[in-house]
Every structure is written in C-alpha cells, then in structure tokens.
C-alpha cells in the first residue's frame, strides 16, 4: 500500500523544530552515504524546466527518495511535482508527497540552520531582510525564529502587494528595493528566480550575512561576483554547487554547511567577516523530511492509502 500526502496533510504532520533536528543531523551524516546525490534538469519546449533529484539516502534510513519536479515561474506555486518514498529493503513505494511542499519546507529549514550557523548574532537581536517574498522566504523566517531571536525585519519583491502582505503578517516593513534590504538589515535571504546581480558588494558592509537560495539552476545568480569573491562562501554540496550552483564556472572554493556542522572546517571566524550561504538543495533533504512525514502519517493514519498493484478483482484499493 502506498500513502499519499497532499499539502493539507504535510503541514499538519511537519514540524517545524523536528524538521531542523533532521536536516542538522543529515548535514553530519550525509558524507557517510555510499551513493551520491544526482540532479537532472532539462529546458521544455514550454515555459518552464524538468528537474529530478535521485536518491536520497541518509545512514539509518531503510529507505530512498526519488523527486520529480515542474518549475514554471509565472505559474503560482512555481514548483509541481511529486516525491517517491520506497522502501530500501524491497523498493515498495511506501508513500506519494507533495513536492511543492516538502522542498519549501527543506529549503527554507535548512536555509534558517545555514544562516544561524554562519551570520553574526548581534546583541539585542538579528535584523533580517528578505528579498523575494515567496513560499521559501516564510519557511525560513519560520525557522530561524526558532533558531534565535528576530528583532527586526524588512522586505523586498518585485511585486510590492506581495512584499507588503509578507512584511504585514510578519511584523516587518516592506522596502522598494534590494539595495534597501541590505542597508536595514545584517542578515539578508535571498529566495528569487533572478539572472542578474541583485547585490554587489558596495552595496553591503562587513559582518553581514547573506543566504542565497536562487542560485540551484545554471544562470541564476543574486549576488555579485566582488561580493562572492569578498565573503566566506558556504555551499551545501561542493560537487553540485560547481554544475549548478554558484561555483559553476568560477574559480571561487567554498566550505560546506556539514564541515562547519562537524567542526572539520571554520565557519565565520570575525566580526567584520562577510560570509555567505549558497545552497543548491540536495536529495537527501527530501528524503529527511518525507520520512518524518510518513513515519508522523503512518502514526496517526492521515493520507489515502492506495494500492497500485491491487488485483483487478478486488473491489476496492482505496483507503482513508
């Protein structure tokens, strides 16, 4: 039997704080998986791209994720698609999820833990600015909130109802541009679908953090080369950052989120340090959380159960 989970079921059975302990712990485990995490992308003859993220496996899960996705930008929300649970022990399909949801939620987690190992905690509280006010910018305000105390907040998106709405319900102030967010705030997420520079470096100043979620496709880019170049740069994957992240065709090297988790490697090391996170987003992390979900559904018998290798004859292969 297969249990499938629509958004309306993720977010009752997710927790935000589980959801974090995961993925922390997944950033230390991950270098023990055998078999490494593979992106597929290709351009449609629509306006939009295919991506598929495969397998996600994590040490002490007997089980893998495979993840297929829609992205159409203009389209709301932008990203469609489905995450496979199977089992490791037969290849069952345990579960169906809403891929929308889970990669909001993994993103914008590990977003918050990225950016709460690395920028600075200033006494009275961090002042965070969002550029980009999309589902991904909400689960990490969500998260990083949980991680250490929000004194302030500003946002940007290039739709101003929609920045207004965001910065409204979360108690902030919406601004009219990038270069706004930066000069308000000492930690800055950027979560959009741009191709050009939204920050350089003369428009920031030392200390401050800067977590960069539009760059997990070639060509994407929200932070200047100069400021890249300047900051202690932080990648999830270094493999994947360099064919599809920020390190793609650039001579930049970067630390990763699991070093500094494992204190293998230094994360910021001053004050005045400007340092940077760049996520692609990895496999791993769908299969962290899908199997949070589905262990929590299993629990509290929340999803259709459906039998796709049901015999013809019988009369009924759908469950609540």
Known sequence: MTRILSRTD???????????KALREGFRQSREATVPGLRVRTDLPFPGTATALLPGLLPGIDAYTVKVNAKFPAARPALRGVICLHSGRDGELLALLDSATITAWRTGLAAALGTHELAADP?????????????????????????RHVAGLVVHDIDPARAHAFATRHGGQAVDSPAAVAAHADTVVLATWSRT???????????????????????????????????????????????????????????????????TRPGRTTPTQRTVYAPVGLPWQDLALSWLAHQEA???????????????????????
């Open 10 to 20: 993720l977010i009752s059975l997710l927790d935000p704080a589980a959801c974090i």
């Open 123 to 147: 006494e009275g509280g961090t002042v965070l600015g969002i550029i980009g006010a999309g589902a991904q910018a909400e689960q990490v305000l969500t998260g990083l909130r949980l991680l």
């Open 298 to 320: 299993e629990h509290h018998t929340i999803g259709l159960h459906v039998d796709f290798l049901a015999d013809p004859s019988t009369s009924d292969a759908t469950t609540r």
């Open 197 to 263: 520079p939204l920050l350089s470096l003369d428009a920031t100043r030392p200390g401050q953090h800067f977590t960069t979620l539009g760059v997990d496709e070639p060509g994407k880019q929200e932070l200047a080369g100069d400021l890249l170049a300047d900051s202690l740069l932080v990648v999830d994957d270094r493999d994947l950052a360099g064919t599809s992240g920020v390190l793609t065709g650039t001579p930049l090297t970067a630390t990763t989120l699991g070093e500094v988790l494992r204190g």
